[in-house]
């Protein structure tokens, strides 16, 4: 395994190692093979590789085929190709009848920055984790991607994977091993608890030590299970803090603000939360640019924990 | 040539099949598919009843031939012959579309024994197919797979993918079957949404086409025997119906696409079909 900080490498390299150890896993792709990496597989694997063309719909509804067949069937593309096109595919054979399809969904959010709207995933957790039956993983960094795409291959049902086009911060060992649900506290602190997942780890983790320095005690958790949510870890994760505040690069309708403010439904803590509004996406030469423009940084992080204190 | 008695055998059957969707819906007033459900009754009698390898004691069988339902509101005619198969038990009939019954309005693998995968939102039930082909050629299992479409179903672009996606992969051990009966549900197609000459897109797609008359046994039997000698391409059947055959007056009928039976017409579609059936004693 490489020393990648980049997840589609990741995706494509654990792709191969699955291959290797199970011959029930087949790959999809949609003409991104070289952007997804999901064409790693299909160099040592050509004979169980697909690829479809540019047929998302038709994509998906052939990855149910092959589940149905007793495959492990990953498709991949961009993470909104992936979850807007072939939705009614993924609802009506994948989620309803429970197969082993596997969604990569590639150049999640915002990093496909050139791009601009069209291309840009704001949307893809609401769509997927309000799916009956779908699991929905959000790792952070590199190596929770690669952990991430080994869980998927066990969970017997189908999974949404959301994976960065940049290159990520390493926050997970390999050897702090993956656990569906589990909330992981990336930094202890009393006051303020973050709540975050992806690419906002960073974000939080700088806006933490920031505070930290000022005095201000935050603990930051990394969310990498958006379904199940896990509810409860929220409530327990939350106790004795004064605040709640989650940082996500996607809309605040139905990602991580509006899990969590449902979570915490039961209890006087107040919440705010970092994210996307209800706007679309736009291209900029360098996803700093959007992430300042929407509102995606350490600096925003910081003025909604400060709000609360 | 097929022998006669498998002709007689196979046409009583898919009469038998019709009575047991008309006793399905009943004369209750509840709506149900039967106009398509007729068109298709005799391709799945000879595909369930012959054709097919199947273990109705054993649903996974690794080895069996499938037949997905992509025009899934016909699955009533699917449960029909699965039940005089004995996958499960023909009481359970006349619970079609009730509370709690394993008997969905539309395909549910997880439901109904026998039922491969989930299909109704139409169009997607090729791909499925496709799917499978694709898993059986990895396997190298000596399977096949059967789907059959209903014509206004064509008008969905993930068919024409699906049918790119068959003949890209040479998937000959999958045969598609078009339930042309030329009606949708609020009409004619070809007065409602023109799709033009289907033997005319499936051959410029790749696929070895075969037309017959879809209520003729024996063209239907030559047709399924013909596609396992096609190599190298997928293989579809163009099979030309009347919607609700069978029943005089739900054929080419709208009405019944997925109208309620009065109880006169209810009593009079099984007076007919009993008749039928009588002439094969």
Redesign the interface.
């Known amino acids: 395994m490489s020393k990648t900080k980049n997840q589609r490498v990741a995706y494509g390299e654990e792709l191969v190692a699955l291959g290797a150890k199970n011959k029930n896993v ?1 790959v999809l792709e949609a003409d991104l093979g070289k952007s997804t990496m999901s064409n790693m597989f299909q160099q040592v694997y050509p ?2 590789y ?1 690829e ?2 540019i ?1 998302e ?2 994509m ?12 492990i ?1 990953f498709a991949s593309t961009f993470a909104v190709f992936v979850t807007g096109r072939p939705y ?2 993924i ?3 994948v989620a ?4 082993n399809v596997k969604l990569c969904g590639s150049s999640a959010g915002l990093s496909d920055f050139g791009d601009g709207s069209t291309h840009q995933s704001i949307e893809d957790l609401a769509l997927m984790t309000v799916l009956p039956n779908m699991t929905v993983l959000t790792p952070c960094d590199a190596t929770e991607a690669r952990q991430a795409v080994r869980a998927a291959a066990e969970i017997d049902g189908p999974v949404y994977i959301r994976v960065s086009r940049n290159d990520l911060e390493d926050y997970i060992s390999e050897e702090d091993e993956f656990e569906l649900g589990k909330m992981r506290v990336l930094k202890e602190g009393n006051d303020v608890v973050i709540f975050t997942f992806g690419a906002m780890v960073h974000e939080s983790m700088k806006a933490a030590k920031k505070l930290e320095d000022e005095g201000i005690s935050v603990k930051v958790v990394n969310v990498s299970t958006m379904k199940p949510f896990n509810e409860e870890a929220v409530v327990e994760l939350s106790k004795n803090a004064k605040a709640v505040v989650t940082a996500e690069e996607h809309t605040y309708i139905g990602g991580l603000a509006s899990k969590v403010a449902l979570a915490l439904r039961k209890s006087s803590i107040p919440m705010d939360y970092v994210a996307i509004e209800d706007n679309f996406g736009q291209s900029a030469r360098d996803v700093a640019d959007l992430m300042e423009h929407y509102g995606l940084t350490d600096k925003q992080i910081i003025e909604k924990v400060k709000n609360f204190l | 040539m097929v022998k006669e008695d498998v002709i007689t055998r196979l046409n009583k059957t898919a009469t038998q099949l019709r009575k047991d969707v008309v006793l399905m819906i009943g004369g209750e007033g509840h709506v149900g598919h039967l106009g398509g459900s007729c068109s298709s009754a005799d391709i799945i009698a000879a595909l369930y009843f012959h054709k097919m390898k199947v273990d109705p004691k054993n649903p996974n069988w690794e080895d069996r031939d499938k037949l997905l339902m992509s025009k899934g509101h016909a699955v009533i005619i699917q449960y029909a012959a699965l039940a005089e198969l004995g996958y499960f038990s023909k009481d359970l009939l006349p619970t079609l579309k009730s509370f709690g019954s394993i008997l969905q309005g539309h395909p549910d693998r997880l439901k109904t024994p026998g039922i491969e995968v989930g299909t109704g939102s139409l169009g997607q039930g090729l791909s499925i197919a496709n799917g499978m082909a694709l898993a059986a050629k990895l396997d190298k299992k000596d399977t096949k797979v059967y789907c059959i479409l209903g014509d206004g179903e064509l008008a969905e672009g993930q068919v024409w993918e699906a049918a790119m996606t068959s003949a890209n992969y040479k998937l000959d051990n999958l045969v598609a079957i078009v339930d042309k009966n030329g009606l949708q549900a609020t009409g004619a197609i070809e007065e409602r949404f023109n799709i033009g000459s289907v033997s005319d897109k499936f051959s410029a797609f790749g696929w070895h086409v075969i037309e017959i008359d879809g209520h003729n046994m024996e063209e239907i039997i030559d047709a399924l025997d013909a596609a396992d000698e096609v190599k190298g391409k997928p293989v579809v059947i163009i099979a030309r119906t009347i919607k609700g055959k069978g029943v005089s007056f739900a054929e080419n009928n709208v009405a019944f696409h997925n109208g309620p039976l009065t109880k006169e017409q209810y009593e009079l579609a099984l007076k007919e079909l009993d008749a039928e059936l009588e002439k094969y004693n």
């Open positions: 087949v004979e169980r697909f479809m063309g047929a719909q038709d998906i509804s052939t990855a149910a085929g092959l589940a149905a067949s007793g495959k069937a009614d595919q609802r009506q054979s309803i009848g429970k197969l």
